[in-house]
């Protein structure tokens, strides 16, 4: 499985941007994808999540009612659509999978996933 993240980019803060993950090769293989965030000098952050098949995408708290993490499961693709974008979202963006879904106490650790795009970098500024 390969992933592709981008859709990165300078916005002022208040403003929006989406970023798209681009999944191929076996991607039957994964049914479960996270967003993760890092900011410079910090640790790899839990963003969101969602399954490829069904249910709803959670998210961590910093993010919640400000992104949306959504799936076209026609063009392996997963989007996380970001608003209200402030300095301290400014981060590269990675996206992130596995096969099985995770349990939510479960999905803020990065050791727990299988494939990892390249990353975006996110610059939130006026």
């Known amino acids: 499985v390969q992933l592709q993240a981008s859709g990165g980019g300078l916005v002022l803060p208040g403003g929006s941007l989406r970023l798209s993950c681009l999944a191929s090769?076996?991607?039957?293989?994964?049914?479960?994808l996270a967003w993760f965030r890092q900011a410079s000098g910090k640790e790899r952050e839990f963003v969101g999540s969602?399954?490829?098949?069904?249910?709803?995408?959670v998210y961590a708290n910093s993010v919640k009612g400000r992104f949306t993490i959504s799936r076209d499961n026609a063009k392996d693709t997963v989007y996380l659509q970001m608003n209200d974008l402030r300095p301290e979202d400014t981060a590269v963006y990675f996206c992130?999978?596995?096969?099985?879904?995770?349990?939510?106490?479960?999905?803020?650790?990065?050791?727990?996933?299988?494939?990892w795009g390249q990353g975006t970098q996110v610059t939130v500024s006026s």
């Open positions: 992130a999978g596995r096969q099985n879904r995770l349990v939510f106490s479960e999905q803020a650790n990065p050791r727990a996933y299988e494939w």
């Open positions: 969602i399954t490829w098949t069904s249910g709803s995408p």
């Open positions: 090769g076996r991607r039957f293989n994964m049914n479960f």
